[in-house]
């Protein structure tokens, strides 16, 4: 399942939007509700990008957190890396939702977002993609603050 939904990552990413919503879809019908909460996660996630409607963005980005959430409390050998592996999608899960808030104009809910993104920056590496999650949570909080427009 990971390779087939990193195969439609790579169709998104490649710009084919369309196709890859419905790929992503027949993929989710297939693993269901009780696939394993990795795959549901990352699935989700991205599925959520590929979504026209800023509220169906909302609803898969809340699909990816649970799953997360769900993912975090597993015993270690039953996730590639374990919980603390886990917890590394939770800053930019949170990200997403307070995004999602901001553009549906519930500012409340972005702010409580975009506080959990920042306070679940310490799982994330000192790499490229952390940096790049914990300056768009930046960004947004200076937006949501009234800093930048």
Not at 37 to 53: E, S, V, W
Request: aromatic letters at 6%; proline letters at 4%.
């Amino acid at each position: 399942m990971t390779t087939r939904i990193g195969q439609v990552i790579m169709l998104h990413h490649g710009g084919d939007r369309e196709e890859a919503r419905g790929r992503f879809l027949a993929l989710w019908s297939e693993l269901g509700e009780g696939g394993h909460p990795f795959h549901r996660c990352t699935l989700a996630h991205y599925m959520a990008d590929t979504q026209d409607d800023p509220a169906d963005e909302l609803a898969w980005d809340l699909r990816a957190l649970s799953a997360a959430e769900e993912l975090a409390g597993l015993p270690a050998a039953a996730v590639h890396g374990g919980p603390p592996a886990a917890r590394a999608f939770l800053p930019s899960l949170h990200l997403n939702l307070a995004a999602d808030y901001d553009r549906l104009g519930r500012t409340e809910a972005a702010r409580s977002h975009v506080r959990s993104a920042r306070g679940a920056v310490a799982a994330l590496a000192d790499d490229r993609y952390g940096n790049g999650v914990r300056a768009a949570i930046g960004r947004l909080e200076r937006k949501l603050a009234g800093e930048v427009t």
